[in-house]
């Protein structure tokens, strides 16, 4: 087991990065700067300047945030803190509360709002895209929708909560057989991520193999930030690679550089976590936050972005802020959301965020990193 000084530092820097990592996953969905109407692709001007830029971003740093939050989810599924380790099926058990009920109650939810949204003529637009035709589903159909049997639920980000409990369930099952399994499992995932060869719908080689990382982190008790001092050159190694990639983008080249370059952010993430004052201070805030936001982003990025494209997507200089600053619109809504249900529904609020903001990191902000020691990165 860990000190309490230990495990303290650690929930507070992962708790740091929760936020910020979250609204990288936001830009990540406003990748491609298009959108349909009623069938109809929105007429968008674009400039090889907003590819470039949108590219590394999105497609680059940004990328980053979802081997992050694996790499932790797995990490804390399996660390020991000051308390004895409860039994797995325990720690199964209580996923149910932490990821899937609030699972099911969003995707329900999403669906009924398309639903709704395709039945009304003045909505129907909005609404359309990969999920149109919703009215014409039997229930098996519709509930295939929500498990997302043909690779994505219908609140699309929620891949992530359904990969991550598929892990967990494996891991669950297998035991005490994972640790020695690890020595296979790692390096075969890691491959097929290399060569972009995975033959399962799910979970994705991603998810797999970030949790699995994680998962012998906490087992062989390697600290996540043992590479601190490596701070600014795994940041300016980052910055590199996604810029070369970006440049290379179309030769067979670029997806190594992305893969060093990921490797090298989750570096530098993990390590610029330590720091502290004022922004730290703010994002530890935030962190309580970082789940509901997760999970309202979408279908709300969609309809803004449509609206915005309609609207200023004329010439390069428009469709760019659209893609800057639909996500910033977003993020504030969702945290207004947050605020108002936190003072009228709190009880309704922890249901729907998995009961996260239970235990106290910052004096006068409940956070996350209870239910992340529970959950990973349900809260991400």
């Not at 939810?109 to 003045?122: E, H, M, R, T």
């Not at 915005?308 to 977003?330: D, E, S, W």
Request: aromatic letters at 12%; proline letters at 6%; charged letters at 10%.
């Amino acid at each position: 087991m860990h000190s309490s000084l230990e495990s303290e530092t650690l929930y507070r820097r992962f708790d740091t990065l929760r936020f910020p990592l979250i609204i990288l996953v936001i830009y990540i969905h406003n990748a491609s700067i298009q959108a349909t109407a009623n069938g109809q692709a929105l007429s968008v001007s674009s400039s090889p300047f907003n590819e470039s830029v949108i590219y590394f971003f999105s497609q680059g740093i940004a990328r980053c945030a979802v081997p992050l939050f694996y790499l932790m989810a797995g990490y804390l599924f399996f660390y020991r803190g000051t308390q004895p380790s409860r039994g797995r099926w325990d720690k199964l058990r209580s996923r149910i509360y932490s990821l899937l009920i609030p699972y099911l109650i969003w995707n329900t939810l999403v669906l009924l709002l398309f639903l709704a949204g395709q039945s009304l003529p003045a909505t129907a637009s909005w609404f359309s895209g990969s999920h149109a035709g919703l009215l014409s589903m039997n229930p098996a159909e519709l509930g295939c929708e929500i498990i997302g049997c043909r690779q994505y639920p219908i609140a699309y980000q929620f891949w992530f909560i359904r990969d991550l409990m598929i892990l967990i369930v494996f891991s669950v099952l297998i035991g005490e057989w994972l640790r020695p399994a690890l020595w296979v499992l790692v390096p075969l995932s890691f491959l097929a991520w290399l060569f972009q060869y995975w033959p399962v719908l799910m979970p994705s080689c991603e998810a797999t193999l970030f949790f699995l990382i994680g998962a012998g982190m906490a087992r062989y008790r390697i600290s996540p930030f043992a590479l601190d001092p490596w701070r600014w050159p795994a940041v300016v190694l980052a910055v590199v690679a996604f810029a070369l990639s970006t440049g290379l983008r179309d030769a067979p080249v670029s997806w190594l550089l992305h893969v060093v370059a990921t490797l090298a952010g989750l570096v530098a993430a993990l390590s610029l976590s330590a720091r502290t004052g004022p922004i730290g201070t703010a994002m530890l805030s935030l962190a309580p936050t970082s789940f509901f936001l997760f999970a309202v982003h979408e279908p709300t990025l969609q309809v803004l972005r449509k609206i915005g494209l309609r609207l200023f997507a004329a010439t390069p200089a428009g469709a760019l802020a659209v893609y800057i600053l639909a996500p910033v619109a977003v993020a504030a809504l969702g945290l207004a959301l947050f605020a108002l249900l936190q003072r009228t529904l709190p009880r309704m609020l922890a249901i729907l965020v998995g009961k996260a903001a239970r235990r106290p990191v910052v004096p006068g902000f409940a956070c996350g990193s209870e239910a992340a020691d529970s959950s990973g990165t349900t809260q991400s």
